[in-house]
């Protein structure tokens, strides 16, 4: 909105800034923050008026969360406001990229809103089938895709390899639905313990914010060997709103959490990531940058997987930070060392930008 006003007025005198994305993506980040670090006392405490006894406490999980119970869920609510609200006024208005990335976020965040309504009203850990959040999920996913290769084309990208290795055409929007799907799912299970999700997101999404931006710069692009993508760099300002709005989450999430997340957050913030990675053709990327959510979304398939074919457990608990506690680390512990795997990752993932 702030850029539709400045382009209105010649972008003259002070406007002139609005021309940067650097500008607009720092407008972004504390337009986010201040509005989560406002609204947050009075939603939450509106949480607790409405949900009473809060999220469910699986009774099988570890016992030191039975501390939690009466904790309000669906925080994520707060982060989808500031998300949104901040890219309404900074984001290029006619940008269908951002739009499609939009959507997704919302869209997820409305499947996981009715998820966690369905915990809360039920008093039960189980939520929407696991089938329908998927046929709902991919829906989703497979409209944003038609919108985002639309703009962005089907050259498959591998990292280390200079240049796309080939165009697989209607393949690559099973592929892309895949990721935005699976991006959702595997954050959805490393939100399990106080601010665990909050900090890898804003962790993988600076790092995309650098990778989206070097896209959309056709001079960086052809140096780094990187895809250039028209108008990419508008996704800068997403990353940078859904960080100011992770760090405003974050203050109200730090242990001991005032509020959770919830699959409200975790699969539309999952969501955003993968339809980002899709738009920079960096889907593999995504998987380095946030290895720590593939190593969350892989402990839960292989437990399931071996406990079905053999009746014994490969971790003590699934998702594996479960499995930690378990061993008896600190709640705390698990979360900070989390967060230390996460920001090596990150720097692992833009190190592909150069070693190509």
Same mark, same amino acid.
């Given at each position: 909105?702030?850029?539709?006003?400045?382009?209105?007025?010649?972008?003259? $005198?002070?406007?002139?800034?609005?021309?940067? %994305?650097?500008?607009?993506?720092? /407008?972004?980040? *504390?337009?986010?923050?201040?509005?989560?670090?406002?609204?947050?006392?009075?939603?939450?405490?509106? %949480?607790?008026?409405?949900?009473?006894?809060?999220?469910?406490?699986?009774?099988?999980?570890?016992?030191?969360?039975?501390?939690?119970?009466?904790?309000?869920?669906?925080?994520?609510?707060?982060?989808?406001?500031?998300?949104?609200?901040?890219?309404?006024?900074?984001?290029?208005?006619?940008?269908?990229?951002?739009?499609?990335?939009?959507?997704?976020?919302?869209?997820?965040?409305?499947? &996981?809103?009715?998820?966690?309504?369905?915990?809360?009203?039920?008093?039960?850990?189980?939520?929407?089938? /696991?089938?329908?959040?998927?046929?709902?999920?991919?829906?989703?996913?497979?409209?944003?895709?038609?919108?985002?290769?639309?703009?962005? /084309?089907?050259? =498959?990208? =591998?990292?280390?390899?200079?240049?796309?290795?080939?165009?697989?055409?209607?393949?690559?929007?099973?592929?892309?639905?895949?990721?935005?799907?699976?991006? $959702?799912? *595997?954050?959805?299970?490393?939100?399990?313990?106080?601010?665990?999700?909050?900090?890898?997101?804003?962790?993988?999404?600076?790092?995309?914010?650098?990778?989206?931006?070097?896209?959309?710069?056709?001079?960086?692009?052809?140096?780094? &060997?990187?895809?250039?993508?028209?108008?990419?760099?508008? %996704?800068?300002?997403?990353?940078? !709103?859904?960080? /100011?709005?992770?760090?405003?989450?974050?203050?109200?999430?730090?242990?001991?959490? !005032?509020?959770?997340?919830?699959?409200?957050?975790?699969? *539309?913030?999952?969501?955003?990531?993968?339809?980002?990675?899709?738009?920079?053709?960096?889907?593999?990327?995504?998987?380095?940058?946030?290895? %720590?959510?593939?190593?969350? *979304?892989?402990?839960?398939?292989?437990?399931?997987?071996?406990?079905?074919?053999? &009746?014994?457990?490969?971790?003590?608990?699934?998702?594996?930070?479960?499995?930690?506690?378990?061993?008896?680390?600190?709640?705390?512990?698990?979360?900070?060392?989390?967060?230390?795997?996460?920001?090596?990752?990150?720097? !692992?993932?833009?190190?592909? =930008?150069?070693?190509?």
């Amino acid at each position: 909105m702030f850029e539709l006003i400045a382009s209105q007025l010649d972008y003259t $005198g002070p406007f002139n800034l609005f021309r940067y %994305l650097s500008f607009r993506a720092g /407008g972004a980040t *504390a337009t986010a923050l201040i509005i989560g670090l406002l609204i947050g006392p009075r939603f939450i405490g509106w %949480l607790r008026i409405k949900q009473g006894k809060g999220q469910p406490i699986r009774e099988d999980g570890p016992i030191t969360h039975m501390k939690k119970a009466g904790t309000p869920t669906m925080g994520g609510l707060m982060i989808l406001a500031s998300v949104s609200i901040s890219l309404l006024l900074w984001m290029d208005l006619s940008s269908r990229l951002v739009w499609a990335c939009l959507f997704v976020t919302l869209a997820f965040g409305l499947i &996981g809103f009715m998820d966690d309504y369905d915990k809360v009203t039920k008093r039960s850990h189980r939520g929407v089938s /696991g089938k329908v959040r998927l046929l709902a999920e991919f829906a989703v996913a497979g409209l944003a895709c038609w919108v985002i290769l639309g703009e962005v /084309g089907t050259d =498959l990208y =591998l990292p280390f390899v200079n240049g796309p290795v080939g165009d697989i055409g209607y393949a690559y929007y099973i592929f892309a639905m895949l990721v935005i799907v699976g991006a $959702g799912n *595997a954050v959805n299970l490393t939100d399990g313990l106080d601010g665990l999700a909050t900090m890898p997101v804003i962790i993988a999404s600076v790092a995309f914010m650098m990778i989206i931006y070097l896209i959309g710069r056709e001079d960086y692009a052809n140096y780094l &060997g990187i895809p250039f993508v028209e108008g990419a760099g508008e %996704l800068s300002i997403v990353c940078a !709103a859904i960080v /100011g709005a992770g760090l405003a989450f974050l203050w109200f999430n730090a242990p001991p959490a !005032a509020v959770f997340m919830g699959d409200t957050g975790s699969l *539309a913030l999952g969501g955003a990531l993968g339809a980002i990675a899709v738009t920079a053709h960096h889907e593999i990327v995504l998987g380095i940058i946030g290895g %720590l959510f593939v190593l969350e *979304a892989a402990s839960v398939i292989i437990q399931v997987f071996f406990y079905k074919r053999t &009746g014994r457990r490969v971790f003590k608990m699934a998702p594996i930070h479960h499995h930690f506690e378990q061993m008896g680390w600190s709640e705390p512990t698990v979360v900070i060392r989390f967060w230390i795997i996460s920001f090596v990752l990150a720097l !692992a993932g833009l190190s592909t =930008l150069k070693l190509r």
